[in-house]
């Protein structure tokens, strides 16, 4: 195992509905360090910008537009392996598939609006990481 960093979404979903600090305690109590942390409220573009991936799917404009509608949390978090144990932790992307202890299971709504983001792979990571945090700000 090795030390890694992951970037993590509390979504707007989540902040609206006051889960933001089960969600953080949650973080906590599972090992991971949170490095970084802010809140900010995304444009239209700027979510256009971080899915960009997605441009091609049917739900992009559904992402974008939720992703967009209210404050954010966003999170750089440190663990031996973050990046598997950040997914492992917040569960399958549609929360009904979910068990109890998944982020998405307790947290989510529906398949769109599932509470939380988690990087998939190190190439991701690092792109997303370096969307929300200037090398200026990182700890
Ligand atoms: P994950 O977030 O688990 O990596 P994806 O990368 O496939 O999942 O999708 C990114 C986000 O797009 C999901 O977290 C969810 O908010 C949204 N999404 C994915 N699939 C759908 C869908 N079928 N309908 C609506 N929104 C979706
Ligand atoms: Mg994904």
């Known amino acids: 195992m090795a030390i890694e960093e992951t970037f993590a ?10 889960h933001t600090g089960p969600i953080i305690a949650a973080i906590e109590e599972n090992g991971f360090r949170i490095k970084n ?6 444009t239209r573009a700027q979510a256009e910008g971080f899915y960009y991936v997605h441009r091609e799917r049917g739900f992009f404009g559904e992402l974008t537009e ?8 966003v999170m750089i978090l440190e663990k031996d392996n973050a990046i598997l144990a950040w997914r492992d932790l917040m569960g399958p992307t549609n929360p009904a598939q979910g068990e109890p202890h ?12 599932n509470a939380t983001h988690g990087s998939d792979a190190p190439d991701t990571a690092a ?8 090398c200026f700000e990182r700890i």
Do not use: N
Request: aromatic share 14%; hydrophobic share 45%.
């Open 9 to 18: 979404i509390i979504k707007p979903d989540a902040v609206k509905a006051g």
């Open 37 to 42: 942390m802010k809140k900010v409220h995304l």
């Open 66 to 73: 939720f992703m967009s509608s209210a404050p954010c949390v």
């Open 102 to 113: 998944h982020l998405r299971k307790r947290f989510g709504q529906s398949i769109g609006e």
């Open 127 to 134: 792109f997303e990481k370096a969307y929300f945090f200037s």
